[in-house]
């Protein structure tokens, strides 16, 4: 028995199978290395917004009809995440800012200690070391 004898419905005559041939379009370089994967993965939060739309409306219509808990749990879920990639689309749009605006302004000022340093590792051998130390001592 299956389905939808069980269900005593028509099983459905014709299947649409849908494939997404397309293909990764590689930037021809023109633009800095940052730049190309920034429009990148710009590009890849788009696709996943707009196919996240979908999902929100299938989702929703499903919720609807069937006003299982489940179905309201996973959509609430689903909104939730799509709300967390619209936060992270702004973050990264922030971020390349941030990067702009500090590569823009060159410092004059040397940095400043923020904290104290508790421990000082020496990566070296011991001729080195010994000779970082005489030099230290012929300053002095």
Known sequence: MSIYDA???EPPTQVEVVQ???SIIIPDGGN???DTDFNYARGNYYEIIEQGKAAVHT???IAAESENPRAIEVLSGLMKNMADINKQLIMMSKDKADVKTARGTKSTQPMQQIGTVQQAVFVGSSS???K???E???KE
Do not use: G, S
């Open 128 to 130: 080195d070391l010994n």
């Open 7 to 9: 269900l005593n419905i």
């Open 20 to 22: 997404d041939n397309e």
């Open 136 to 138: 230290k001592a012929v």
């Open 132 to 134: 970082l130390l005489a």
């Open 59 to 61: 989702a929703m219509r």
């Open 32 to 34: 800095a290395p940052e």
